[in-house]
């Protein structure tokens, strides 16, 4: 029998086994806030089901679970049966966009994709105030919120690579547009091309990523490819800094949140609390960290779509900074810091900043 | 469901606690069990005057209402079977007191059990039972189905530990059950009525539990054994010793194999392992535990015994026992997770019967489960899409408690009849105890709107 959608096709073994043990109640950042089961990975597994049984069509009112879903994978990682829900839940939204079926915020984006090089539609681009497409061994390259949202947090990156006198080069760069297939669409290929032209006309021998999305979408995504087929390596620039000394140190008390970009889909744990712990000894750990760190509720989509929902889950994981008393949260994320910030409430007296943007502040400090 | 019961049903908790979306509908359709049935609307009530509400409306319009926490059933108790409201208490999450002076907690039904676990550590205390859903599941659902869990020969089960309730009855009233006191015999015992009556008598809307001192220290060791009758034998000596280990857990040959087949852990496939834990105060008091135990492992022919010595090799050793839920799960598409308790000294015969069985209508039937308590998970894997199949696993279920009666056992130690156990009901008790729990249910529940078609309880 010819299935109906593409998610059947290429899932159907994962989605039967599916226990329904409800066990991603637990770490679902969305269930948590909301503690609705349809929204949880169990019952978008049991809505899938019924579709596949016939019993349901793809249409618009599964948009609020399908598409409510920051693509996290803590279920992934809990799940007793090795049911990979994101991955899932990313082509049945690319079956339910080719029936007509989206959420207008993700079809906002895709359109806005078409038209401009950027998610924010911003027509200029920011001046930081370097170099761009100059021959160097090394690209460093902002994303669409270091550049837009976070663009204090890229200026101190930028700082640190200098002081630790890198040969760097910016480029014209456009959104790297792998959050497209994320929300239903294709990717880019007008701006993938773009970018990959641009890195290689530098001559550069590595990428160093500020978005720890991005260094995911160069490394996966085949429209990247000729960046690795001329030798470029991609390296988030968490991996790139954990083997320099700094010389500078906080007494203050400094907790790590981990994305879910640079740990559970890249599996980098360990390195940015290498530079943590030599610039900040009274590093402490929040109740889930590493492989079980809650996410901030950005991803997938769902900051744009579900933007109350998706702050409430920043306000969840604030809480966990609270529980351990830090003064400091340091993540590696300009996607998490935002959302983080936005999320902050004003008793709250913790400061939230990007690891490399912490560590230039101390290295201002010191002079 | 009339668009106008509907509509009140949203006006009692508001449009942000009430739903018909499709979505909500499949979602409450299932549990953890292979059931499902969809409502025609879920609630989450946040207050004790809508439930109250709910069910007013409920027994005066007469449709079903099911109270629901996480439903991790395995028997299909929080299915809705005859459609209606879906109560979901999952947002009434509060813990209410905690109160070390009198050794009790008072907690709203939706609390996880495991956020009950971590508020109780900073007070060197826990709500023993111990569910293996422990990380989801609602401590309401808990009592509702009296869980138990690992924990449970040394420290019982949840019905051991709740001292008062507050349930919303069919009708309406609020019914107070029990008393803070440790001790109390005044009246009928109406607690231990609603422990483990799966939602089918009231609501409960407030629990209040004993906790106990929970001991730092533990020792862990494994053993293996050639016969099932060996192991069996060490289990019983062990639980009459006057050694009384927290655990004792007991994976069988097919389980082994199993993991074996889908990891690299190398297990040796022999007819029984044995997991045991001791714990206590001191490193002195779980040691002279463990030596007893790992003596009468030696003296039942263990073929291994490996004692741990740090955290780590304690994790190590459990890993057969606690990777087997996830082996079974990702190799089948089906997974009948059973329930069955026999008799301490029974339980290498129903281990040999399981394994006759799964021989017999050529099932793989792994087993594991708590030998300290005689409470065995024969896990029945299959392929739901093959019927062929599906009909040698019935008629397996059938004789599996049909076996399990005759050893002097029980349909279920603590997952709950369900639906899952009606066909079996008749096997153990017998016409006068089926009257007296339908007369109790008639008494509570005479409009049969609380969680129906449940337990056997209509004839």
New interface residues.
Partial sequence: MKEKYDFETQFR?QV??C?????C??VCPVFGIT????L?A??KM??LK?VMDGN?DLND??V??LFQCTTCASCSEQC???VNPPEIIKQARKDMVRIGSCHPAFEGMNQILKNHTNIYAEDEPEDFGRARHKNAPYVFFIGCVGAYREDEATMATLDVLDRLEVDYTLIDEVCCSGALEDVGFEINQRLTEKNVERILDTGAKAVITGCPYCSRTFNNKPQYQGLKDAGVEIIHISQFLKDFDFGVRTDKVVTYHDPCDLGRHCGIYEEPRQTIRKIAPNFVEMRHNRANALCCGAGGGVRGAYAKNSIDMARRRLEEVEEVGAEIVLTECNSCVHNLKNAKLRAQKFKIFTITQFLNHLLEEAG | MDKKVKQCLEEIVGAENF?D????L????????EHRHRPDAAM?PVTVEQIVATLKLANQAKFPVTPRG???SLAGLAVPDRGGVIL?L??M?KILAINIEDRLVVVQP?V?Y?DLDRALASYGFFFPPDPA?G??CTLGGNVATNAGGIKGAKYGTTKDYVLALEVVLPDGRILHTGSKCMKSVSGYDLTRLFVGSEGTLGVITEITLKVNPKPPMTSTAMATFETLEDAGRAISEIMYSGIIPSALEVVDQQTLIAINQNTDLGLPEVEALLVAETDGYTREETEFQMEKIIEIFKKNNATTTRQADSKEEAEALWTARKSA??VL??IN?N?IVEDLAVPMSKVPDMLRSISELAKKHNLRIPTVGHAGDGNLHPVICFDGTNPDEVKRVEEASAQLFEKVIELGGTLTGEHGIGLAKIPFMGLEHDQVSMDVMRSVKQLFDPNNILNPGKMGLEE
């Fill in positions: 073994d039967l086994r226990s329904s043990c409800g066990f109640r637990a503690k609705r089961p349809a949880n169990r019952g049991l809505i019924e349901v009112e599964l609020e679970t007793p049966s090795g | 739903t979306s499709l979505i909500d499949i979602a409450y359709a299932k549990d953890a069990s989450w996480a439903g991790t979901d999952s947002r999450d939706g996880v495991a859903s990380s989801v839920y996830g799960a990702r598409n997974l």
